[in-house]
């Protein structure tokens, strides 16, 4: 992949005029917000070289702060809960630090994801919140997660114990199953392993699983007890590299998965086996509701697929990825699997990096851009009805629970 190159002052000049003439909101802005109607959001400088967080007061028409939390680095995630929010420092920054909506600025720990000094890294990806004592770390880089206190008060207070991953553990050198999303749903933790090998998703013999544990007892629930005893307990995905979770209550749990839309890196043809799965809760099936195409029909009208937002019964969004920063917008309906193979209007092939789905039941898209980094809020109907400029790149979208 080749980075984005201009400076993020640039950048931030350009947006700042660019939405005041179009009559989005400004990127800039007061440091003074706080409040539970507060979207945090994860930011990226376009050349990668720095990130930052902002927040959106959806109470008054949708205000941003300037940046609260900046950083020199910028592969960071973000978890939010309550009145605080966390940025996480992913591959070999190894992090969790935390901040509360009355003093956003102000850091209030930031403590070590790593299990000894010496680790490489344990380049941890998310956050999984039980309640506001204890909360789940999923790191990526290893075959343990974390049972944490997100109020600990010390380092040494902050870690509570392990859920054990390592019956998942791929066939390559990093000894991980490179778990990459967790998400709770009915008291049950549910968290999605890539199991990629050597970095390649392609690999028939390695299936991603996702383990599934109490949250009560911390114990891990055998998916499917009447097979082998000796097989591992969790669900085996037919897709390969998954992203991550959706969850919409009465809708159901899905996921999606990219497949392998970069294997010309390795020399190989670019692999459709991705798609978006429905995980059943009850009895922990899996049905395959938008394929990616089949490997050999060159049909594949949505690219590989990205991130997946659930908004109702009938209405879900899912990016499209054809190449690095061409990206589309999809419509399809979670019911009946049925997915428009046009992309919604106004967002084809631009550099749509993170999507969410927002209190008022309109879609957050997150667009990357030099000149205009930028939130988009699309309508159910799918049409756009609001603009918010930022400061940089958008790269995660957290709203309050």
């Given at each position: 992949m080749t980075t984005r190159t201009l400076l993020r002052t640039v950048s931030?000049?350009?947006a700042a005029l660019l939405l005041a003439a179009c009559g989005g909101s400004g990127g800039g802005g007061s440091t003074e917000l706080a409040g539970a109607n507060v979207a945090v959001v994860a930011t990226v400088a376009p050349d990668f070289s720095g990130s930052n967080t902002q927040l959106i007061d959806l109470d008054n028409d949708f205000e941003t702060t300037a940046g609260l939390t900046p950083r020199d680095r910028s592969d960071y995630a973000l978890a939010r809960f309550g009145g605080?929010?966390?940025p996480i420092g992913r591959f070999q920054i190894d992090t969790v630090a935390k901040y509360s909506f009355d003093a956003p600025t102000q850091q209030i720990y930031e403590y070590s994801a790593l299990d000894t000094p010496e680790d490489p890294t344990s380049n941890p990806a998310d956050l999984v919140f039980v309640d506001a004592r204890k909360a789940y770390?999923?790191?990526?880089?290893?075959d343990k997660i974390w049972i944490v206190d997100p109020s600990a008060e010390s380092e040494a207070a902050f870690k509570l114990g392990e859920l054990d991953l390592s019956a998942y553990r791929d066939a390559d050198a990093s000894g991980s199953p490179e778990p990459i999303d967790g998400v709770i749903v009915d008291g049950r933790l549910y968290v999605v392993m890539q199991r990629t090998v050597d970095n390649s998703p392609s690999d028939p013999g390695t299936s991603p699983f996702v383990a599934v544990f109490d949250v009560a007892t911390d114990q891990e629930i055998d998916t499917n007890p009447d097979d082998d005893a000796s097989n591992p307990k969790g669900i085996a995905l037919d897709v390969r590299n998954p992203n991550g979770f959706a969850y919409a209550p009465g809708v159901g749990l899905f996921l999606s998965a990219t497949g392998d839309p970069f294997a010309s890196f390795r020399g190989e043809p670019r692999r459709y086996n991705g798609g978006i799965v429905r995980i059943d809760t009850t009895d922990f099936s899996t049905t395959l509701v938008v394929d990616d195409g089949?490997?050999?029909s060159g049909e594949h009208p949505y690219g590989s697929i990205g991130d997946l937002v659930i908004l109702d019964a009938d209405t879900a969004f899912f990016s499209g990825l054809e190449a690095f920063q061409n990206t589309s917008l999809f419509a399809f309906n979670p019911t009946t699997g049925v997915a428009n193979e046009t992309p919604v209007a106004g967002y084809a092939g631009i550099d749509i990096v993170t999507l969410a789905g927002g209190p008022e039941g309109n879609l957050w898209v997150g667009i990357g851009s030099v000149d205009m980094p930028r939130i988009e809020l699309v309508s159910p109907d799918q049409q756009t009805v609001q603009t918010i400029?930022?400061?940089?790149?958008?790269?995660?979208?957290?709203?309050?629970?």
């Open positions: 931030a000049t350009l605080h929010f966390y770390l999923v790191r990526r880089g290893s089949p490997e050999t400029g930022l400061i940089q790149n958008p790269t995660a979208i957290r709203f309050a629970d």
